[in-house]
């Protein structure tokens, strides 16, 4: 048993099936409900099948999945309220980022395991909580500059046209060389 892990084979499924149930039941109660993962591959069916129960109760989830996406976003009915990017640049990204509005009281995991039948139930994977409000702050700037790429990140959507996003094409954004300038400047802050 752990207090704090989601680990495989060790209710890491669970525990994320229990914080998506969780945002399904605030959007059911007209609450705001939201869910922003950031993972390399997603295939695992059920967790699929979860994401679409989120979607139809009027839970926002935003997706950045750099891999294979078994799951189809934006289609009426089925997935309206997910939207997905996926983003492939010069330096591999191994960062697994889950974020859930939790009423307000965000929880945020980081972790090794993709959304991969075999991560949740076959392999020894690990997600933990952060719990420094500071760091979640950081976290969330570094995912919401990742939803701002205009430059690499590609829109995934029903018909896999994968076509790149240009939204506000006279301001460029890049996301991995502004993270590199926002943990550059956040590190001058800090010295």
């Known amino acids: 048993e752990f ?5 495989g084979q060790f209710g890491m499924r669970q525990g994320f099936t229990s914080m998506i149930d969780n945002e399904i039941e605030n959007a059911k109660k007209g609450r705001q409900a939201e869910i922003t993962v950031k993972i390399n591959s ?8 979860k994401l679409y129960d ?3 109760a009027g839970v926002k989830v935003n997706m950045i999945v750099r891999g294979i996406c078994c799951l189809i976003p934006g289609v009426q009915g089925m997935s309206e309220n997910i939207s997905a990017i ?8 191994h960062d697994r980022v889950y974020i859930f509005h939790n009423g307000g009281k965000e929880k945020i995991f ?9 991560n949740l139930s076959r392999r020894i994977e690990a997600a933990f909580p952060i719990y420094n409000e ?9 995912i919401n500059i990742k939803f701002n790429d205009n430059i690499k990140s590609r829109v995934i959507d029903e018909k896999q046209t994968n076509e790149y996003v240009r ?6 954004l890049r996301s991995q060389t ?11 802050e800090k010295a």
Do not use: C, G, T
Not at 42 to 49: G, N, Q, S, T, V
């Open 3 to 7: 207090k704090h892990l989601l680990v």
């Open 42 to 49: 997603l295939e695992d069916e059920r967790m699929i099948k």
């Open 54 to 56: 989120a979607s139809d």
């Open 86 to 93: 996926s983003i492939v640049d010069r330096f591999l990204e």
């Open 110 to 118: 980081l972790s090794s395991a993709d959304w991969m039948k075999r």
């Open 134 to 142: 500071e760091l979640k702050n950081q976290i969330k700037d570094i």
């Open 167 to 172: 939204l506000n094409p006279e301001k460029p």
């Open 178 to 188: 502004e993270i590199y300038e926002y943990l550059k400047n956040l590190n001058k």
